[in-house]
Each structure stands twice: as structure tokens, then as C-alpha cells.
């Protein structure tokens, strides 16, 4: 069994996961729109170059998201990136705090060398984990 993570976006799920591809070193390995379904005639002009179904591997998870009329950022709920540097930690927050919501800035804590909590510019919440070296 395997856990993947779906999340829906408001229109913007093809130019979050170019730049998640382009500055997370994400591969994409499908993006269909609604364009590409068999059955159309219910799908609204202005709609069909959304994203029907996307899958990105990032590290050894799986990001799959669409674009859903309505969809709202998330809640509650984040995506960790646990990174092997100071740097890149520092990196990341720049990179996705730009455009964004900063919900935790980025300091050492107890925890961890480098942590934060953000919201990227298209609504995904991050966690940003750099954790203290053994």
C-alpha cells in the first residue's frame, strides 16, 4: 500500500506543478485536461484547459491534483519537505514564501536546525524541515 496526495486547485494546477517540477526537481508524469475526456458536451468552454487529472513525483512521493470549480487553499493540513541543508531550507522558503502566506517564519526550534509553515502562491501549504544534525 502507498499514500499519495491529492489537491485540488482553483485553476492553477498546470503552473504549480511546472514550478514544482522546475524548482523542486518534480517530474511530471501525466497532466490531462478536460479537454482530454471522452464525454465533453457538460464541460464549459473556459474550462477545458483545466487540469482534469496530474500526477508529479517529488523525492519518492506522489503530488496528484486538478483543478475544481471553487477549490479553496488548504487547511489544516501540509506538505513537508524535510531537506538535507540549512541552505536549502532557507532556499525553499524564499522560493515558495514568495507570492505567499507566511504562517510560521523560518528559526531554529527544539526540534529542528530550520522549520517553517507557509502557503504558496497557488494555495499549498508547506512545512519547511531541516532537522538537527545527530
Known sequence: MKLDIYVNYPGTCEAAFRFYERHLGGKITL???HADQPNQPGVPADW????????IEIGEAVLMGADIPGAEPMRSAYLTL?????KEA????ALLGEGGQIFMKMEQTFFANRFAMLRDRFGTSWMLLHEHEE
Open 48 to 55: 477545458k484547459k483545466a487540469i482534469l487529472h496530474a500526477r
Open 82 to 86: 524535510r531537506v538535507d541543508s540549512a
Open 31 to 33: 497532466m490531462r485536461t
Open 90 to 93: 532557507e532556499r525553499l522558503y
